[in-house]
């Protein structure tokens, strides 16, 4: 079982980043959480590989967006109008029972840094 993401980087704020996850294996529900120095890993967004169900958190909302490319197995997060509060390092997780939580997610990737300065 493998997540291979890429795509973080230094950006300004307002600017966009494309974040991408790559499986190898298709599983029910893949998520993306984030968690920034000293804080805890918090959910940012998930979807239902079957009819690409999305779920948002509310931060993230209208800002971000979570599609994936069967063929490729791929998951995307495109992450638009930044702000320095979402500056973290980015994970990828598959295999849940629950779209949200992270303590249920079975595999995670290696994480990747977004820095937005201000």
């Known amino acids: 079982v493998e997540l291979v993401e890429s795509g973080g980087g230094l950006v300004q704020s307002g600017g966009s980043l494309r974040l991408s996850c790559t499986a190898s294996?298709?599983?029910?529900?893949m998520g993306w959480f984030r968690q920034a120095s000293g804080k805890e890993r918090e959910f940012v967004a998930a979807?239902?590989?079957?009819?690409?169900?999305?779920y948002y958190a509310d931060s993230v909302k209208g800002r971000f967006t979570i599609s994936r490319d069967d063929a490729k197995i791929t998951v995307f997060l495109q992450m638009n109008s930044l702000k320095p509060e979402d500056t973290a390092i980015y994970y990828c997780?598959?295999?849940?029972?629950?779209?949200?939580?992270?303590?249920?997610?079975?595999?995670w990737g290696q994480g990747t840094q977004v820095t937005v300065s201000s």
């Open positions: 979807i239902k590989w079957s009819g690409g169900v999305t």
């Open positions: 997780a598959a295999e849940s029972a629950s779209a949200t939580i992270a303590t249920l997610y079975r595999f």
């Open positions: 294996f298709r599983s029910v529900t």
